[in-house]
């Protein structure tokens, strides 16, 4: 079967992925001249659905329960599972009470804990929430990996061609255009970030530091850099960062570890993520269209989810134009 997806992000990919795997002939076609610049390449990649379900509903655990393992099959040695580390200041204990009482899948762990998980913390928290079945990837080198991959296995990549152009004629088309897709019901949740490179800190797995006003994460990357992130503002502006942002992103870090004051910004950047109503993913079939959307701030976590249903609805439509054609 002749299948072309429109959009290189992580739904796009990962589709292209399942498919490929199965036999479908793919071809991947993409506005932008090359796999940067989305609200994937945005992404802070962390895998974990049990810290997610604080604010989510249970449908994102259990849908990105899998989602480390199926990135694993995909890239050997991309993934990371030292879990997730969960600290609040003193002053804002509560909220960490707040967290533990909507989230399961963790243990309370002391100053000492602490220490040993994150040496570079030590003193700085009393008490923390440990994820240890999370993990995290870095998006950007597992976007290229795939796209890498799928190349090998034989998917064709054109750049440029979007919705305006398609090389070939396919049997069914997927649409994994995020914000591009303008059916009502859809908006646009802006994420703002940054990436600091600093050699005075060490981290082993995703920090999230715990605050009333704006509560964020810090991972890390290779290299001796951190992503740090990120808002959520209800809004379809792809505008630069805002300077209110940016202090407070870089407060957040200060508050994680003031070895962060001396950091090099290295980038910022605004991702705007596509969500509907309930800000859960759908995949949907409008004729020989198959839409995937709505992964809100999700991607990485429920992409992998996502692409399988829509695998199965895509070859499920094979099977039923070949019985017509059988009749």
Not at 109 to 133: C, K, S
Not at 135 to 141: C, S
Not at 216 to 235: K, N, Q, W
Request: charged residues 25%; contains cysteine.
């Amino acid at each position: 079967m002749k299948v072309l997806v429109r959009g290189a992000g992580v739904a796009g990919l990962t589709l292209a992925f399942e498919l490929a795997t199965r036999g479908a002939s793919v071809t991947v076609v993409d506005t932008r001249r090359q796999i940067a610049g989305n609200a994937s390449w945005q992404a802070g990649g962390m895998l974990a659905p049990w810290c997610e379900r604080e604010s989510a509903e249970e449908a994102v655990l259990s849908l990105g329960r899998d989602a480390a393992g199926w990135w694993e099959a995909a890239l050997p040695g991309h993934v990371l599972r030292n879990g997730t580390l969960v600290v609040a200041p003193a002053r804002d204990a509560g909220e960490l009470d707040r967290f533990g009482r909507r989230t399961s899948g963790f243990r309370t762990v002391d100053a000492e804990a602490i220490a040993a998980l994150e040496p570079d913390l030590e003193g700085r928290f009393g008490r923390a929430l440990f994820f240890a079945e999370e993990a995290h990837l870095d998006p950007r080198k597992a976007m290229l990996g795939l796209q890498e991959k799928l190349v090998e296995m034989g998917v064709r990549f054109e750049f440029g061609y979007g919705a305006v152009q398609a090389p070939g004629r396919a049997e069914v088309e997927a649409d994994c255009t995020g914000m591009a897709d303008t059916r009502p019901g859809l908006r646009g949740v802006r994420g703002e970030m940054l990436i600091l490179k600093s050699r005075d800190v060490s981290l082993a797995r995703p920090v999230r530091l715990l605050h009333p006003r704006i509560p964020v994460y810090v991972v890390p990357r290779s290299d001796h850099l951190f992503m740090v992130g990120a808002t959520m503002i209800e809004s379809d502006d792809a505008g630069p960062i805002t300077a209110r942002s940016l202090m407070e992103l870089l407060n957040a870090a200060y508050a994680l570890h003031p070895a962060f004051g001396e950091a090099e910004l290295v980038e910022t950047g605004v991702g705007v993520r596509p969500a509907f109503a309930d800000n859960l993913p759908r995949v949907e079939r409008d004729g020989n269209t198959i839409r995937i959307n709505g992964l809100y701030r999700h991607g990485f976590l429920l992409a992998p989810a996502m692409a399988r249903q829509a695998a199965d609805m895509i070859l499920g439509q094979e099977k039923e134009l070949a019985h017509e054609a059988h009749r």
